[in-house]
């Protein structure tokens, strides 16, 4: 079983610049900063004259890891204890999910409750709820 490491200054740096992008594409683009509706955004039909924006939202979410490989010399470290099987099913479990409660840990969990919006209050009390029996579910049950 692999514990997760302490890491107060990077969560705090990580979590500032989250809120931060949040905060400038509310401001600047009058639009929430939900990654399922950007992504889902970026493919026809909902290709509009929004894409370039979008397409950069999601390109800055992959470029991430090099830069911090380029800044740090080593890529950021990943631990993840499950099979292509488990992947496939979590992936699909999360897309469902995002469809079904119209949105995401990002749009709900960030943005929505920011806003004190209820519906992202259930939403992400939801979510974390089934994170956190999950996770306890495998590692000492499963």
Do not use: K, Y
Not at 42 to 47: E, G, L, R, T
Not at 105 to 126: D, E, F, N
């Amino acid at each position: 079983m692999t514990f997760t490491e302490f890491t107060p200054l990077a969560s705090l740096i990580g979590g500032t610049l989250i809120g931060l992008s949040a905060v400038m594409l509310m401001a600047f683009a009058g639009r929430i900063a939900g990654v399922s509706g950007i992504l889902v955004r970026i493919f026809p039909p909902h290709s509009d004259h929004e894409f370039a924006g979008r397409f950069a939202f999601v390109a800055g979410l992959i470029a991430a890891p090099l830069l911090v490989m380029l800044a740090s010399g080593q890529w950021p470290p990943q631990v993840i204890e499950t099979g292509a099987f488990g992947l496939a099913l979590a992936g699909l479990l999360v897309g469902f999910g995002s469809i079904w409660g119209n949105g995401c840990t990002s749009g709900h969990g960030v943005c929505g409750l920011s806003r004190l919006s209820i519906r992202s209050m259930v939403a992400t009390a939801s979510f974390m709820t089934t994170a956190i029996i999950t996770v306890f579910l495998m590692r000492h049950v499963l």
